[in-house]
């Protein structure tokens, strides 16, 4: 087989129900590596011009003895244990297209990595949907998901573009664990979405990590999933009704709801900060002036808040939130596209010595 270098960009996708705790061995699940959720979730794929992409080149070639990832400019270390469960998405897609050729694969992040906003979604969708097209692999989104999810949980929801469900599923092997679609980008033109960077930082406690550490430790933890499951259905009615103030109501107690149980995890994991907390605030009393829902906060593992309003109500959230000090940047974004297949102009991977092309993002 001919080297083909495919090369593809993802976006992040910000959770409105959010995932956090995986199923353990016996609790439906064969293996934990499957990444199987205790709650079935929502998102929205954000998209924001040239911010808040990943841009991804795969090749699989007979030539390279060993997988090569470079992100951002620098060499992985692929022994690290956390890369290498999240390649096991790779070594699925291998199995399924029957070969065992090396992959080179050039990634970047247009985005503050690992502050929380999620940059290894849009990475891990980018990298199995790239590595399924570069193994000519014809498998559908939803049959892809179950392989990404592998890679990283809520990455399986990056595969589509505007509303999507993360579907728990009932089955050990994970094979009804899947995403899918549930409106598209086009669906309610008029939300808009306020990503409030209150830290670039690093986060201090991986989501892999803590969750494991919720799962085992807190007692609100075992409300959780049916809480979950019940937002999900409220959230799906009101989207469907687009019903502004119930999905906005929906939005901000799930994830204070998520938050309460890394609270009462043990060592506690306290993701927000003050100027989090500012905004909750500021956000609080605006809705309460003027009696609805104007603006709906929510925070994954991570201080940054992400803010969803109506585009005719984004000039007052934002003089609000401008009274806060310490917000380093707002990135607006919209409720966007899944992946895209780039043309070869925009490879990433030199072709002839198998290196990353320099300079190019
Ligand atoms: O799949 P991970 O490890 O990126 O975990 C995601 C967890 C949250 O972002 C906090 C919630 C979610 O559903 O995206």
Same mark, same amino acid.
Not at 25 to 35: I, T, V
Not at 61 to 85: I, M, P, R, T, V
């Given at each position: 087989?001919?080297?083909?270098?495919?090369?593809?960009?993802?976006?992040?996708?910000?959770?409105? #129900?959010?995932?956090?705790?995986?199923?353990?061995?016996?609790?439906?699940?064969?293996?934990?590596?499957?990444?199987?959720?205790?709650?079935?979730? =929502?998102?929205?794929? =954000? @998209?924001?011009?040239? %911010?808040?992409?990943?841009?991804? &080149?795969?090749?699989?070639?007979?030539?390279?003895?060993? %997988?090569?990832?470079?992100?951002?400019?620098?060499?992985?270390? =692929?022994?690290?244990?956390?890369?290498?469960?999240?390649?096991?998405?790779?070594?699925?897609?291998?199995?399924?297209?029957?070969?065992?050729?090396?992959?080179? #694969?050039?990634?970047?992040?247009?985005?503050?990595?690992?502050?929380?906003?999620?940059? !290894?979604?849009?990475?891990?969708?980018?990298?199995?949907?790239?590595?399924?097209?570069?193994?000519?692999?014809?498998?559908?989104? @939803?049959? $892809? &998901?179950?392989?990404?999810?592998?890679? +990283?949980?809520?990455?399986?929801?990056?595969?589509?573009?505007?509303?999507?469900?993360?579907? /728990?599923?009932?089955?050990?092997?994970? !094979?009804? &664990?899947?995403?899918?679609?549930?409106?598209?980008?086009?669906?309610?033109?008029?939300?808009?979405? =306020?990503?409030?960077?209150?830290?670039?930082?690093?986060?201090?406690?991986?989501? /892999?990590?803590?969750?494991?550490?919720?799962?085992?430790?807190?007692?609100?933890?075992?409300?959780?999933?049916?809480?979950?499951?019940?937002?999900?259905?409220?959230?799906?009615?009101?989207?469907?009704?687009?019903?502004?103030?119930?999905?906005?109501?929906?939005?901000?107690?799930?994830?204070?709801?998520?938050?309460?149980?890394? $609270?009462?995890?043990?060592?506690?994991?306290?993701?927000?900060?003050?100027?989090?907390?500012?905004?909750?605030?500021?956000? @609080?009393?605006?809705?309460?002036?003027?009696?609805?829902?104007?603006?709906?906060?929510?925070?994954?593992?991570?201080?940054?808040?992400?803010?969803?309003?109506?585009?005719?109500?984004?000039?007052?959230?934002? +003089?609000?939130?401008?009274?806060?000090?310490?917000?380093?940047?707002?990135? @607006?974004?919209?409720?966007?596209?899944?992946?895209?297949?780039? +043309?070869?102009?925009?490879?990433?991977?030199?072709?002839?010595?198998?290196?990353?092309?320099?300079?190019?993002?």
């Amino acid at each position: 087989m001919e080297d083909k270098i495919v090369t593809v960009s993802t976006r992040p996708n910000l959770a409105l #129900v959010k995932y956090w705790g995986k199923r353990r061995k016996g609790e439906e699940c064969e293996d934990p590596f499957l990444n199987l959720p205790q709650n079935s979730s =929502l998102s929205i794929t =954000l @998209e924001s011009g040239k %911010d808040l992409l990943t841009k991804t &080149s795969v090749v699989f070639s007979g030539k390279l003895s060993k %997988d090569e990832f470079y992100l951002d400019g620098k060499k992985q270390d =692929l022994e690290d244990k956390e890369l290498q469960e999240r390649f096991l998405a790779i070594k699925k897609l291998r199995e399924l297209a029957g070969v065992n050729t090396k992959a080179l #694969v050039v990634s970047y992040n247009t985005f503050p990595t690992a502050s929380g906003l999620a940059s !290894s979604a849009s990475g891990l969708a980018a990298l199995t949907f790239a590595a399924s097209k570069a193994l000519g692999l014809d498998i559908g989104s @939803e049959r $892809l &998901s179950e392989i990404t999810r592998i890679g +990283s949980g809520s990455a399986c929801r990056s595969l589509f573009g505007g509303f999507v469900v993360w579907d /728990r599923g009932r089955k050990p092997d994970g !094979s009804d &664990s899947i995403a899918w679609q549930l409106f598209n980008e086009d669906y309610w033109h008029e939300i808009t979405i =306020l990503i409030c960077i209150t830290t670039p930082k690093k986060k201090k406690i991986s989501s /892999r990590l803590g969750m494991k550490n919720t799962v085992e430790s807190s007692e609100f933890f075992k409300l959780r999933p049916k809480i979950a499951e019940a937002h999900l259905k409220q959230i799906t009615e009101a989207i469907k009704k687009k019903d502004f103030s119930a999905m906005g109501r929906i939005i901000m107690k799930d994830a204070m709801n998520m938050h309460s149980t890394m $609270l009462d995890t043990m060592p506690p994991i306290i993701y927000l900060n003050d100027i989090s907390k500012e905004i909750i605030y500021a956000i @609080e009393d605006l809705n309460e002036s003027e009696k609805r829902i104007v603006g709906a906060y929510t925070f994954d593992a991570g201080p940054n808040a992400c803010i969803i309003c109506m585009k005719s109500d984004k000039a007052k959230i934002l +003089s609000k939130i401008n009274e806060i000090k310490g917000i380093e940047r707002i990135i @607006e974004a919209k409720v966007g596209s899944g992946p895209k297949l780039l +043309s070869e102009s925009e490879s990433l991977i030199d072709i002839k010595n198998l290196t990353p092309l320099q300079n190019k993002k």
